[in-house]
């Protein structure tokens, strides 16, 4: 299974910013994904996921402006980034995984099993 992110950079508070991740190698039939992010000195937080059954569920601080999608067609899950604020720089991750029957655990990175190498992200105030 690989992960491929793009669509990283550099944007200004209150910007826009579209994350891709293209899937190759499916293993599991029914999977969940997901969005994490890590900022320098801090842990691995999850911002986003999806199950198989297009179930969703977000991060408090993001909820309202991040929305996750799954191209099925273009195996290719992204994350539509809006109103972004100096507090989401980070390294963003892409995750995939066995199905998750617990929509919680949509946010926990133990849930994942393969990674995808991180694109960056900065807000500037």
């Known amino acids: 299974v690989q992960l491929v992110e793009s669509g990283g950079g550099t944007v200004q508070t209150g910007g826009s910013l579209r994350l891709s991740c293209v899937v190759s190698?499916?293993?599991?039939?029914?999977?969940?994904m997901g969005w994490f992010r890590q900022a320098p000195g801090k842990e691995r937080e999850g911002v986003a996921g999806i199950r198989w059954d297009a179930s969703t569920l977000y991060a408090e601080s993001v909820k309202g402006r991040f929305t996750i999608a799954k191209d099925s067609a273009t195996n290719t899950l992204s994350l539509q980034m809006n109103s972004l604020k100096p507090e989401d720089t980070a390294t963003y991750y892409c995750a995939y995984g066995p199905a998750s029957h617990l929509i919680s655990r949509l946010l926990s990175s133990s849930a994942y099993t393969y990674w995808g190498q991180g694109t960056q992200v900065t807000v500037s105030s």
């Open positions: 190698g499916y293993t599991y039939g029914a999977h969940s």
